[in-house]
């Protein structure tokens, strides 16, 4: 089992920044990668980023390229997910989610484990 649980989120203007945090407890966090997704409401959860098991392979949205940064800190057992240049179309709750193995996934069904989710809201 795994439990994780993000943090980070809130509201801020377009343009401005959010550094959402996932901790991760219950099974050595280095033996599995991790993915950002989001969902807005009335739309379907979406990919939004990934992480090898290692840190050393990456994965974005198209949308997000350039703007949001994932990381890993696999000392301390915690996901990041570094957002700048923040538009309104990125509001929505942002989950943090565990995979069944070390390999990154944009598929939402590889991931096996999931958190409650933050809110982000941006204004424009």
């Known amino acids: 089992q795994v439990q994780l649980v993000e943090s980070g989120g809130g509201e801020v203007q377009a343009g401005g920044s959010l550094r959402l945090s996932c901790a991760a407890s219950g099974r050595t966090f280095d033996n599995y990668a991790m993915g950002w997704f989001r969902q807005a409401p009335g739309k379907e959860r979406e990919f939004v980023a990934t992480i090898s098991a290692s840190g050393g392979t990456t994965g974005y949205k198209d949308s997000v390229k350039g703007r949001f940064t994932i990381s890993r800190d696999n000392a301390e057992d915690r996901a990041y997910l570094q957002m700048n240049s923040l538009k309104p179309e990125d509001t929505a709750v942002y989950f943090c989610?565990?995979?069944?193995?070390?390999?990154?996934?944009?598929?939402?069904?590889?991931?096996?484990?999931w958190g409650q989710g933050t809110q982000v809201t941006v204004s424009s």
């Open positions: 989610a565990a995979g069944s193995n070390i390999w990154p996934s944009q598929a939402w069904r590889y991931y096996v484990y």
